[in-house]
Nanobody, 124 residues
Framework: VQLQASGGGLVQTGGSLRLSCAAS????????MGWFRQTPGKEREFVAA????????YYADSVKGRFTISRDNAENTAYLQMNSLKPEDTAVYYC??????????????????WGQGTLVTVSS
C-alpha cells in the first residue's frame, strides 16, 4: 500500500488542522492506521492509531482530548483532526499502515508502510 499525507500548514496556537492520509491498494481496510510525528534530533513519536474497523482508537497522552483519529474505508483515507494546537505540536507528521497486533499500535517499527510526511507548524 502507498500512503500520501496532506493537510499540514502554519496555524496559530489554539487553532485547528485536519491531516489526511490517502492510501492506494486493496488492503487498506484490513490495516491499522497510525499517525506519528517527529522533530529534528528526536525519535519519531506516536500520536494516534485506529483499528481496521475504526472501532478502536488510541492516543498519546499529550494529544488526548485535542486530537481525533478516524478513517473512511470506502475512501481509503485516514484523518487526524487536531484542535487546540500548541507550539509543542510543531513537527512533521507521518501516517503509517500495517496489519499489526493491536498491542503494538504505538511502535513505529511495527509499521511497514509510511507516507512522506506533512509539516505542521504552530506559532505562539
Amino acid at each position: 500500500v502507498q500512503l500520501q499525507a496532506s493537510g499540514g500548514g502554519l496555524v496559530q496556537t489554539g487553532g485547528s488542522l485536519r491531516l489526511s492520509c490517502a492510501a492506494s491498494g486493496h488492503t487498506f481496510s484490513s490495516y491499522f492506521m497510525g499517525w506519528f510525528r517527529q522533530t529534528p534530533g528526536k525519535e519519531r513519536e506516536f500520536v494516534a492509531a485506529v483499528s481496521w474497523s475504526g472501532e478502536n482508537t488510541y492516543y498519546a497522552d499529550s494529544v488526548k482530548g485535542r486530537f481525533t483519529i478516524s478513517r473512511d474505508n470506502a475512501e481509503n483515507t485516514a484523518y487526524l483532526q487536531m484542535n487546540s494546537l500548541k507550539p509543542e505540536d510543531t513537527a512533521v507528521y507521518y501516517c503509517a499502515a500495517d496489519s499489526i497486533n493491536s498491542l503494538r499500535y504505538a511502535k513505529s517499527y511495527a509499521y511497514r508502510h509510511w507516507g512522506q510526511g506533512t509539516l505542521v507548524t504552530v506559532s505562539s
